[in-house]
Every structure is written in C-alpha cells, then in structure tokens.
C-alpha cells in the first residue's frame, strides 16, 4: 500500500499547528490532516479534517490547519492521503511530525502597555 507524503512545518500558535506538502502527480484529490496529543493513541484519539488539492495550493504546495489545540502541548500530526475514485480507500499514513503548541503568554505585549 503507498504511502502518504511527508509533511513540512510552517508554524504554530497556543490553539493551532500548519504543515504543508507538495502533492505528487498521481497523489489523490483529498488528503486527511491527522493529530492527536502526545503519547495518546491514534486509534481512541485522533482528530481528523479532508484538505483537497484544489483549495488549499500555496506557491505549489498544499497546507492544512489543525485547528482548536490546548496551548502548551505537545501534538503528532501525519497526513493521510484519499483516492476519491477508489471507494474513499486511504493511503497509509505518512510520517508524524511531533509539535508542541504555544505557550498562554503572560507577558502584556507593547501594544498593550501604558507608558
């Protein structure tokens, strides 16, 4: 069975972690965004959304949002690939990237701060 491509960071916040890839010419059309928090398994725990090709290019590459995360935590993402035409047969996933999440600051920012 093939396997899904692997993912590239892009950035996190305190509730949310990006990763992008370049889809390969005979990739399929929609991918699964997968997480879960560390260590937990992804068989009780994971969390899912479809990301297709069509919407989410940036500059040749494909990203995706893991979106609603606790700050300060730390997180597997892996990506899954969908062949549409195939009876929504999945691809077995792809490598984890392991990702902490933004720490809540308790430091006011300028902006914020009288003078």
């Not at 969390?47 to 597997?76: E, F, W």
Request: proline share 7%; aromatic share 6%.
């Amino acid at each position: 069975m093939p396997t899904a491509q692997k993912l590239d960071f892009v950035g996190a916040s305190e509730t949310a972690i990006t990763v992008e890839f370049i889809p390969q010419s005979s990739s399929p059309i929609q991918y699964e965004l997968e997480w879960k928090e560390y260590p937990e398994s992804w068989e009780e725990h994971a969390k899912q959304m479809v990301i297709t090709t069509a919407t989410s290019s940036h500059k040749g590459k494909v990203r995706g949002t893991a979106a609603d995360l606790n700050p300060g935590t730390t997180y597997c993402v892996r990506l899954r690939g969908i062949y549409t035409q195939e009876a929504n047969k999945l691809l077995k996933p792809g490598p984890e990237l392991i990702i902490d999440t933004e720490q809540v600051s308790c430091t006011p920012k300028s902006s914020c701060m009288l003078m």
